[in-house]
């Protein structure tokens, strides 16, 4: 794995991000923290959960995994075939489950407002409020089909070595959501009322289908032709079941997570869904553009390298992964928590989205970056014990941290009867409680993955964190007192300069310090510049 290969991934995960805040920038401007919002997020959550299973997780990795070894041992005929075979079966299952979900959409809406009905809490059951969330599921569903087999294709390229358009794969969702969404929103209701809502779940099937058609055509150049193949009695597809099952739960926990969040955001108040939303969209800009683009660069080469099982290759692979993120993903972090409030004014403060929306906004960005390392590191560790064929370890760990996010939950929300922002805090606590014990764990099956040099780096790296934060604290301070007040151009450009000057500190402390990733990222970007 090159931190040029990442860079690459990066840009395009970058622009996909880019194009879905974009997308949550129209909705917090045409909707803001309104009960119709709240249901659309709510009827989003369990297509968008499978959504992360299959486009970042469970299958992608399950697949690219057993293809590429089987690609290295028995060649590229052999793996096409199992890839012929997993794509049937995919289209089949699947299809089925979306079957099943439409019909039993009253069923999934009453599970998931069921807090707010059996509890005291200040939301009461709507019966409005639940049809439509009801109609939207069941027009979002088939959203699943399609980002399965999405999924699957991007498997396929990322075990050949192509990274770019699997990557670019979400900016066609995001575009024909949007597009699709906006255009049949305002045509079923121009006022852009609950009923366009609707319209905008029809633009999520679009998205879908332009995220899955986007890549066929470099399928097509990397020598695949799809036939349809029904003997699913094979060991390879065997194989990525056996090692699906456990991922499923592994790598789910956060996403679990986040709609668990929103059953009992649901039942706190109105808004407390949407606010929750908007903050774990900017949330995963710095996972998608650092997290995933170094987990989706390293997976396929962990895969190879543990061929030969645990070896020095392995060992540095993952090491390199694990230094990477935390150059990377750290600064995000701390400028997620530090300049919450102007980012969340900057970007979405405006329209039906106003002062209270943004304080609540931000205190819920605040508590989900506080876990973003731990989170960013997940990506990377959960693939490396299914490339060793240590599944089951993950899958355990996951089930420890739902239950420790369900009882923080539970704790704040109707003990404590703290805020939605405590509901993003559980989610920090349990990614980072994931991570440390399967790091502990790996450390025992794999040796040592470079936990020195890591912590090291994290020592250096806190002398230049502190740095930036100064730069953060001094912006808040002087120029960020109540960013409401300024104007949008204002906030963008004190913005701009402020992420500048602080990246800068970052950089400069970093390379001081003689950090090799920090040498290695500015060595690449001034031949990107040069060249």
């Known amino acids: 794995m090159s931190a040029k290969a990442t860079w690459k991934v990066s840009a395009a995960v ?18 803001g923290g309104s009960r119709w919002m709240d249901c659309f997020y709510l009827a989003f959550k369990v297509p968008n959960l499978l959504r992360d ?7 992608s990795q399950a697949f690219v995994t057993t293809f590429s070894k089987k690609l290295k041992s028995e060649g590229e005929a052999s793996a096409w075939e199992l890839a012929n075979k997993v794509m049937t079966l995919a289209a089949v299952a699947m299809g089925a489950i979306t079957l099943i979900g439409v019909a039993a959409a009253p069923w999934i809406v009453e599970f998931l407002t069921s807090l707010s009905r059996s509890s005291s809490t200040a939301r009461n059951y709507n019966p409005e409020e639940i049809a439509l969330t009801v109609t939207m599921v069941r027009v979002m569903y088939p959203f699943i089909l399609l980002v399965s087999l999405a999924a699957l294709v991007m498997g396929m390229l990322n075990a050949r070595n192509v990274f770019g358009m699997p990557a670019l794969s979400s900016c066609f ?11 049949i929103g305002w045509w079923m209701d121009p006022t852009w009322g609950k009923q366009s809502l609707v319209g905008f779940s029809i633009g999520v099937v679009i998205g879908g289908m332009a995220q899955l058609v986007c890549q066929f055509p470099a399928l097509r150049r990397v020598g695949y032709r799809f036939v349809a193949d029904f003997r699913w009695n094979d060991s390879g597809v065997r194989k990525i079941l056996k090692l699906m099952g456990p991922a499923v739960i592994a790598s789910s926990v956060v996403q679990v997570n986040v709609v668990i969040n929103a059953m009992f955001a649901y039942g706190v108040g109105e808004g407390a869904v949407s606010w929750l939303s ?10 998608g553009v650092f997290g995933v683009a170094v987990a989706t660069v390293t997976l396929p080469a962990l895969s190879r390298a ?5 070896t020095d290759d392995f060992r540095s692979t993952l090491s390199k992964g694990l230094r990477l993120v935390a150059f990377l993903v750290l600064p995000s972090s701390l400028g997620l928590i530090l300049l919450a409030d102007p980012i969340v004014s900057l970007l979405y403060e405006r329209g039906a989205f106003d002062a209270h929306d943004r304080l609540q906004t931000a205190a819920a960005l605040r508590a989900y970056a506080y876990g973003l390392l731990g989170y960013a590191w997940l990506k990377v560790l959960q693939p490396a014990f299914y490339a060793v064929d240590k599944r089951w370890l993950p899958m355990m760990v996951s089930i420890l941290a739902l239950v420790l996010n369900l009882a923080f939950n539970w704790f704040f929300v109707f003990v404590m009867r703290w805020g939605h922002e405590s509901l993003a805090l559980t989610t920090s606590i349990s990614a980072t409680v994931n991570f440390l014990i399967l790091f502990i764990a790996m450390r025992r099956f794999a040796g ?18 502190v740095a930036m934060s100064l730069v953060c604290i001094a912006a808040n301070h002087w120029l960020f007192p109540d960013p409401g007040k300024l104007s949008i151009w204002h906030r963008a450009l004190w913005l701009m300069l402020t992420i500048g000057a602080a990246q800068l500190a970052y950089f400069s402390i970093a390379s001081l310090m003689k950090v090799a990733e920090a040498k290695e990222t500015i060595a690449m970007v001034m031949r990107k510049l040069r060249g």
């Open 14 to 31: 970058m622009a996909s991000r880019v194009l879905g805040l974009l997308r949550e920038m129209m909705f917090a401007g045409l909707f």
């Open 173 to 183: 969702f995001n575009l024909g959501s949007m597009i699709g969404g906006a255009a």
């Open 448 to 465: 040592d993955i470079g936990g020195g040099e890591l912590i090291s780096l994290l020592g250096k790296l806190s002398l230049a964190a």
């Open 278 to 287: 908007y903050a774990f969209r900017l949330m995963q800009l710095p996972i």
């Open 306 to 310: 543990a061929t030969d099982g645990v």
């Open 53 to 59: 299973l299959f486009a970042e997780g469970a299958l």
